[in-house]
């Protein structure tokens, strides 16, 4: 008989608990909501909090923060860091090895290269454009 969840200690001492999610068997802590569809890999993590919606791709080895909300059919390479808080636009494509920052908001439909660095906080995408709170994903808290 397999255990139902994961116990990890972090380095302040607060436990985590985590399931498999069961498209690709990746983690996702107690608290997120992650959606049926989107694959999450074996070696994944999803945060308390994150919010990942539907067909998304979360490839080898990422790790999405507390709060982070990922989009409708976006698209995250290996090793990809998306920080506390930070928004990723419905079918964006973020390239493995990059890092989001805390806050950061990646727009609708924006491509980001990889090994690239997003900054805390920055914005980047169509001018004004934001992911849409509305359709597709969880509306953020």
């Known amino acids: 008989m397999s255990r139902t969840f994961l116990e990890i200690e972090g380095e302040r001492g607060v436990v985590s608990r985590y399931r498999r999610h069961p498209n690709g ?9 992650v959606d049926a569809s989107a694959y999450v890999d074996p070696t994944t ?17 990422s790790w999405i923060e507390r709060g982070a909300v990922i989009g409708a059919g976006v698209f995250i390479g290996a090793n990809v860091h998306v920080g506390e808080n930070a ?25 980001v290269d990889s090994d690239s660095t997003i900054a805390p906080g920055a914005r980047l995408g169509r001018v004004g454009a934001q992911p849409s709170a509305d359709t597709d994903y969880a509306k953020a808290a």
Request: aromatic content about 6%; overall charge positive.
């Open 45 to 61: 993590y999803v945060e308390t909090g994150a919010q990942v919606g539907q067909k998304a791709w979360l490839g080898s080895g």
């Open 25 to 33: 068997k990746g983690y996702v802590a107690v608290g997120a909501e």
């Open 87 to 111: 928004r990723i636009g419905r079918r964006s494509k973020i390239g493995s090895h990059t890092k989001i920052g805390a806050n950061a908001v990646v727009a609708d439909e924006t491509k």
